[in-house]
Nanobody, 119 residues
Framework: QVQLRESGGGLVQAGGSLELSCVMSGRAFSWFDMGWFRQAPGKEREFVGSITWNGDTTGYADSVKGRFTISRDNSKNTLYLQMSSLTPADTGLYSC????????????WGQGTQVTVSS
């Protein structure tokens, strides 16, 4: 049973920075592409960004491009999301997810960590 656990969320002022972490249980973390998603109150969950299994390629939503950076440390089974120049629009519950290599869909999710950006 795969478990994903996020941490690092909190309250930050606009313009500030925050780094989120996501630890995956098990030994297969390095096999999978991973992604970050967020959900603001009253809105649907949206894609933030993704990273390939070896960290060579990343992709981002236009809304965060240039401000957020995804990285991973396969030796620690950990995925990171470095966020900078935060705005209130970045407020939401941030979740990490594992991408199924066969289907291409994200099939395992963490509970999420709350990020709140004050103006």
């Amino acid at each position: 049973q795969v478990q994903l656990r996020e941490s690092g969320g909190g309250l930050v002022q606009a313009g500030g920075s925050l780094e989120l972490s996501c630890v995956m249980s098990g030994r297969a973390f390095s096999w999978f592409d991973m992604g970050w998603f967020r959900q603001a109150p009253g809105k649907e969950r949206e894609f933030v960004g993704s990273i390939t299994w070896n960290g060579d390629t990343t992709g981002y939503a236009d809304s965060v491009k240039g401000r957020f950076t995804i990285s991973r440390d396969n030796s620690k089974n950990t995925l990171y999301l470095q966020m900078s120049s935060l705005t209130p629009a970045d407020t939401g519950l941030y979740s990490c997810a594992r991408r199924n290599g066969g289907t291409g869909s994200y099939d395992s999710w963490g509970q999420g960590t709350q990020v709140t950006v004050s103006s």
